[in-house]
């Protein structure tokens, strides 16, 4: 699984989209939504409440995958 919100984003998709093509479902995109992100943190970097806010929006998407554990 990647896990992108920079300018590469629609790359790392389109890697994960030939991979999906091509039999592989083993493999999943998940685009971060980065409005009302505020990062504060070191460098420009999430800050905590960015981690808990980007957590609350991946948790989801993690518990829709059959991981089979």
């Not at 980065?34 to 409440?49: M, R």
Request: net charge negative; proline share 1%.
């Amino acid at each position: 699984m990647a896990v992108c919100f920079d300018r590469n984003a629609e790359h790392v998709r389109q890697v994960i989209e030939a991979h999906n093509d091509a039999g592989d479902g083993g493999v999943h995109y998940w685009f971060l939504d980065q409005t009302g992100l505020d990062f504060l943190g070191c460098d420009g970097h999430t800050s905590a409440q960015d981690d808990r806010m980007i957590a609350a929006r991946l948790a989801p998407f993690l518990s829709s995958l059959r991981t089979g554990w």
